[in-house]
């Protein structure tokens, strides 16, 4: 449908999903997947090691530790992202302020960056990886994993050969929630990023209301929902939720 | 073993560090809570609870809990029902069609939130319902229903059907075996549904600023002025409105508890 029109006895066209690629929406969109595969990584990689410590070494704390993790969720999402502005803010921020005050060093800011806002994703989405990961990382049966260490393999080989895999339903939950929450995520880039990121779904919204371009936000957001189901409904389908809960 | 000594230092050192990351912004929010001045200059001059007293004064304080309450109680009893009957659908029977209902469920949960918000608002306005406080129930019902059912569903996984056809040979009605065999199995599931209904609610902003119209719930009024007119007001009544929920969840959690420890003895 054209521009600034909206009546569903108009003529049909695709020109919009072309539009989409040609006129700087590849930026937004790019930005959202960019940003949910990268605090995916992050998050499996700052959750891995804490699993691992969470479930073999921490003992009688596991469970104290994994409440004061799982907490945080239960605070409203805008309230730790605004908490998490005040403590970057340069100058009179909670960081800047007490650097400054303390030991005389004054520092710059991330605040306003697309790094702040990445920042921001990982703190968000972090318990979401932890604790899917956490019920994988318990799938290992640690007599596996000496067994292969008599055999002689080395630490790495121990990862990718026996941990890896064992704990994959785990860390593929884990993962495919985090991404999903990603992309829709908008809340990050809006209160840590500033001005510097535009995401898909910050994209659509202005479309929407400021451009009056509905057609084209429409557009948008179908191709969002297509390249989500197109990475997540392949990965649904090979995981077995019923081996998983039988457990 | 000095070589272990070391690496159980630093696997100490790791989850203090992760603990630290989940946790400095919540404390950043009580700290600047206690400034009286409208710009953020930290270490304060002056350390007061003025904001909490102006807070706790202002009718405005009261008003937005309200809103929010009133949403979310609706949002937990609707979503809870119909979140409950789903799951049946969604893993207890096996029928026709069912493959579909489990996809087409999910599928809200992809829509981008802040876009299903603006697209409940255009229908809405379409039909001619003028936005309050209850369609902000029914835009959080899109999201919350899917959510809930999907965490009863889970309970239905490991749900022993045989335990119902024995209790209807032994002569249970339908309504018994309902209430004695299949309503304490999925329990656990319907509890998180309606702990999780509640907060999702409760804190949900992408959805409420679309379609609350006149009535401001918690976020989207914390949202607004951290944007246009921030004063150490927002972050108290942040605080404030975190320790209701977490109240009311505590209140609901021993509620529950003491129930089923009165009804505990009786069966």
Redesign the interface.
């Known amino acids: 449908m054209p521009e600034r029109t909206f009546e569903l006895t108009s003529a049909f066209t695709v020109e919009n999903y072309a539009t989409a690629f040609t006129e700087g929406y590849a930026r937004p969109l790019m930005w959202s997947l960019i940003g949910a595969v990268m605090t995916t990584a992050i998050c499996a990689v700052?959750a891995w090691?804490?699993a691992v410590?969470?479930h073999r070494?921490?003992g009688r704390w596991a469970t104290v530790?994994a409440a004061?993790?799982a907490l945080?969720i239960?605070?409203?999402?805008?309230?730790?992202?605004?908490?998490?502005s005040?403590?970057m803010?340069p100058?009179?921020?909670?960081l800047?302020?007490?650097l400054n005050?303390v030991f005389g060093i004054q520092i710059g800011s991330i605040l306003n960056t697309s790094s702040a806002a990445l920042v921001g994703m990982v703190?968000i989405h972090?318990?979401f990886m932890l604790f899917p990961l956490l019920l994988g990382i318990s799938l290992i049966p640690m007599d596996r994993i000496e067994a292969a260490k008599d055999l002689g393999a080395n630490r790495w080989q121990v990862f990718r050969e026996v941990e890896l895999p064992l704990a994959a339903p785990g860390l593929t939950i884990g993962a495919l929630l985090t991404f999903?929450l990603c992309?829709?995520a908008?809340?990050e880039a809006a209160?840590l990023g500033g001005r510097s990121v535009t995401v898909?779904?910050?994209a659509?919204?202005q479309r929407?209301?400021f451009a009056q371009d509905w057609p084209m936000?429409a557009a948008l957001?179908v191709l969002?929902?297509a390249i989500?189901?197109a990475i997540?409904l392949p990965v649904l389908a090979k995981l077995d939720?019923?081996r998983l809960?039988?457990r | 073993m000095s070589e272990g000594r070391h690496t159980a230092a630093l696997r100490t050192l790791w989850i203090g560090v992760i603990l630290a990351f989940l946790y400095i912004p919540i404390v950043s929010v009580v700290l600047a809570s206690l400034a009286n001045t409208r710009y953020m200059r930290f270490p304060h001059r002056v350390w007061s609870v003025d904001a909490y007293r102006d807070a706790l004064g202002s009718f405005t304080t009261w008003q937005l809990h309200t809103i929010s309450l009133s949403i979310a109680v609706s949002v937990v009893i609707v979503s809870t029902v119909l979140g409950t009957l789903g799951a049946v659908a969604f893993a207890r029977y096996d029928w026709r069609g069912r493959r579909w209902f489990q996809r087409l469920l999910v599928l809200p949960i992809f829509f981008p939130q802040p876009v299903l918000g603006l697209a409940l608002l255009l229908s809405f306005t379409a039909v001619g319902i003028s936005p309050s406080w209850k369609t902000a129930v029914v835009a959080h019902l899109v999201w919350i229903v899917p959510i809930v059912t999907l965490m009863i569903s889970v309970r239905f996984f490991g749900y022993n059907v045989a335990q119902e056809e024995a209790a209807y040979d032994l002569g249970a009605t339908h309504f018994q075996v309902v209430r004695e065999i299949t309503l304490p199995q999925i329990w656990p599931g319907v509890f998180s549904g309606i702990l999780f209904g509640f907060l999702l609610s409760w804190s949900n902003l992408p959805l409420s600023v679309f379609t609350s119209g006149p009535d401001t719930p918690l976020p989207v009024w914390r949202f607004t002025r951290t944007a246009t007119n921030y004063s150490p007001l927002v972050p108290s009544v942040a605080v404030i409105g975190t320790v209701v929920s977490a109240l009311i969840v505590i209140g609901a959690a021993l509620l529950l508890w003491a129930y089923s420890r009165v009804r505990a003895p009786a069966r």
């Open positions: 700052l090691p804490s410590i969470l070494h921490a530790v004061l993790i945080p239960f605070i409203s999402e805008s309230v730790r992202l605004f908490g998490m005040v403590f803010m100058r009179g921020g909670i800047a302020g007490t005050a703190y972090l318990p999903v992309i829709g908008n809340a209160i898909i779904t910050t659509i919204e929407f209301s936000g957001t969002v929902i989500t189901a997540v939720l019923n809960t039988r």
